[in-house]
């Protein structure tokens, strides 16, 4: 790590330790802390095992003690989102963990081959299931009952095909504050009540927020949010608390199948890439890793995911990008308009005849 | 051709429904001239809800804060410089006009604080990287000057330090006036961010029509000629800049011109220019002045308001963060492709 200049990179405009953008090897460091700080952690999210259950949603609840509100930030109010199973709607201020779930459809031809029902000898993989003798029988045994094995398979929506020609399937992915490296709500925050921890997450000081809100729209995310009645903004603190006693975050020690990972950042991203390698060998080829590029917008995200769909879909930023990366041209733009009043100011008065 | 995401696409929702009635709707109802100037963008999104959220700061107290910074810093420079060329009427309402809004729009921002009586915790820190907390230390000092510089020019007392007030507030009235526009361009609000090489120059010449109106309207016309001059040049430069922000951006040039905020931006065009004509043809008149100075004071007023409905529009649409993103991407992939190299750094 280069040593730590005092000089704001802000106004020059250059900025080659990377401080306002791109890959940061040691964010703790540029933070400020001395060498011997612990490692950074993070949370690897593979969302190709997340079942929905919600428990991480309910573990962050319960040791945060943050107070109910519906999928609009509505306080002390059950709401029903009806969009779907999802009824926490969004991150904010009192959801730190958030389940989103999608159901998706596609049709079975295209672009991927069909897939026969087992002892199906069929030597056209294209063709429709209702063709033939063989598939006549089984719309014939539909038919007759639903309540056979292979009728109630059809309702089943994670297995079930609806009709011949469609597929059913069900995503679900646990989002989280991404603890970036460069955090927009942490460039922003002009109390310091925003800092970086020394495991490299991102935390708000509640005793500092003086609730500006400047945080709120300068998170790519959409993550950190004000809470209503309070004034003051929250979001997820990977636990601080738990972290400094050595103990995993809330959302991970309830996550019953492994979704929600936490560890040192550097060992999740190896177990994130052999993950993506084991799922691309079996054929899964939507799968992709979304905040494990350290090129990105942010630096590199502190908990980043393993996606089987576009980001987009599952209300992520496809390219987010810290707001403060512009900063240099910003300033530069507004000095040049302060100069422009000034110069503007000093020809009227020349300009103007005296009075008299 | 592989579509993305294998073929996969949402079961059913909402959104989609809304977007394709959008889409009929532009098809159908528009007359024969008229042309969108973006084409209906194809985008996924979750349940069409918001990516980004956006921003929690209240209207009227913000827009309302803009405007008073922009009238007091434009005016305080202003005043500085009539004292100097010996203008006693113009410098005293220009000093009046600089302290009262510079007061009131403290008034505001405090007000508009989550936690409002926490407002001095603004001065903790100082950071280059928050736009909020250098306009903090801009605020604070003008604020103070201004502020003392108008109430002893009501009072009558102590000529000296009314100069030294007066210069100490023309000193940060200029960053006072533009800094507002890196606030909020320095957000992930698509319509606010693309626009951030402008929204200095939209606010700081905004301010210079409304500081350059307001003096106009309440100084004797043979003493207001610098007030004329700067109005009318500040309504020029807003009137061009904003051109660019309404029509060059792409699709996040959009919100500008649609529902509530195009309605006020039309109208502060209209207010703006109207007031910049009737200053060069009645300006000298002191009907003419009042009129034109209302004028340009209404439209700068309008803009603050305009501009920021405009970001919240397209901070509550995901449409104006995904559709630029993902250009962005297929942009890259392109340069990619061509270059044949590894990936490259997103560049500007």
């Known amino acids: ?356 | 051709m592989t579509a993305p995401g294998a073929g996969w696409r949402r079961a059913d929702g909402p959104s989609a429904q809304r977007r394709e009635k959008r889409r009929r709707r532009r098809g159908d109802g528009r007359p024969g001239g008229e042309v969108a100037m973006v084409e209906e963008a194809e985008f996924t999104s979750y349940y069409g809800r918001p990516i980004i959220k956006p921003p929690v700061w209240k209207t009227p107290d913000v827009p309302l804060y803009l405007f008073l910074g922009g009238a007091a810093g434009s005016s305080s420079i202003l005043g500085a410089l009539a004292d100097l060329t010996d203008r006693p009427a113009l410098t005293r309402n220009a000093r009046l006009v600089s302290g009262g809004a510079a007061v009131a729009s403290v008034v505001f921002l405090i007000h508009d604080l989550g936690r409002p009586e926490r407002f001095l915790h603004m001065l903790r820190v100082i950071k280059p990287t928050s736009p909020l907390s250098i306009g903090s230390y801009i605020l604070a000092p003008f604020s103070a000057a201004a502020g003392a510089t108008a109430a002893v020019e009501a009072l009558g007392w102590f000529p000296r330090l009314k100069r030294f007030g007066g210069a100490v507030a023309a000193l940060f009235g200029g960053p006072l006036a533009t800094y507002t526009g890196v606030l909020f361009s320095n957000t992930a609000v698509p319509s606010w961010h693309a626009a951030h090489r402008e929204l200095p120059f939209v606010f700081g010449a905004s301010g210079m029509a409304a500081g350059g109106g307001l003096t106009m309207a309440l100084t004797p016309v043979e003493e207001a000629g610098p007030s004329r001059k700067m109005a009318v040049a500040g309504a020029v430069i807003e009137l061009a800049t904003m051109r660019r922000v309404e029509n060059d951006l792409g699709i996040v040039s959009e919100p500008y011109h649609e529902g509530k905020a195009g309605t006020l931006l039309r109208a502060a065009r209209s207010c703006t220019a109207a007031g910049a004509a009737l200053t060069v043809v009645a300006g000298r008149r002191r009907a003419g002045a009042v009129v034109a100075g209302a004028l340009l004071a209404a439209g700068s007023l309008l803009t603050r308001f305009g501009v920021f409905e405009a970001g919240m529009a397209s901070a509550r649409d995901p449409k104006y963060t995904v559709v630029p993103q993902r250009e962005r991407l297929a942009a890259r992939e392109n340069g990619q492709v061509a270059q044949n190299g590894h990936a490259p750094t997103i560049t500007r």
Not at chain 1, 70 to 99: E, K, P
Not at chain 1, 124 to 152: F, K, M, Y
Not at chain 1, 289 to 318: H, I
């Open chain 1, 1 to 356: 790590m280069t040593s730590i200049s005092s000089a704001s990179p802000a106004f020059t405009g250059r900025d080659p330790e990377n401080r306002l953008y791109g890959p940061l090897p040691d964010v703790q460091g540029e933070a400020g802390y001395d060498a011997d700080h612990p490692a950074r952690v993070g949370f690897f999210t593979d969302t190709s095992v997340c079942i929905g259950c919600k428990a991480c949603e309910v573990a962050c609840k319960e040791w945060n003690t943050l107070p109910m509100d519906d999928a609009h930030g509505t306080r002390d109010v059950i709401g029903l989102s009806g969009m779907s199973y999802d009824n926490t709607g969004q991150l904010g201020a009192n959801s730190w963990r958030h389940v989103a779930f999608i159901e998706q459809s596609r049709t079975v031809d295209l672009p991927m081959p069909t897939f026969g029902r087992p002892g199906d000898a069929r030597q056209d993989s294209g063709r429709s299931v209702t063709d033939g003798p063989n598939d006549e029988s089984l719309a014939t045994a539909q038919q007759s009952s639903v309540l056979n094995a292979e009728g109630l398979s059809e309702f089943d929506p994670q297995t079930g095909q609806s009709g011949a020609d469609k597929q059913i399937r069900w995503l679900m992915s646990s989002d989280v504050c991404k603890h970036c490296t460069h955090a927009g709500c942490l460039d922003v925050c002009p109390t310091g009540a925003l800092f970086r921890t020394e495991f490299g997450t991102v935390v708000v000081q509640g005793d500092i927020c003086n609730g500006c809100g400047y945080c709120v729209p300068s998170c790519p995310y959409g993550v950190i949010e004000q809470r209503k009645g309070d004034g003051r903004v929250f979001k997820c603190t990977m636990c601080y608390d738990r972290l400094t006693d050595g103990l995993q975050p809330a959302c991970a020690t309830a996550c019953p199948t492994q979704s929600i990972q936490f560890g040192n950042l550097d060992e999740l991203q190896a177990r994130a890439d052999a993950r993506l390698a084991t799922l691309q060998e079996q054929g899964v080829e939507t799968a992709r890793l979304y905040g494990r590029d350290e090129d990105d917008g942010v630096g590199g995200a502190g908990a980043f995911f393993l996606l089987l769909d576009e980001p987009e879909v599952y209300g992520l930023p496809p390219d987010p990008v810290v707001t403060t990366r512009d900063l240099p041209a910003m300033w530069k733009s507004a000095a040049a308009a302060a100069a422009m009043i000034v110069g503007v100011a000093v020809s009227a008065v020349l300009g103007s005849r005296k009075p008299r």
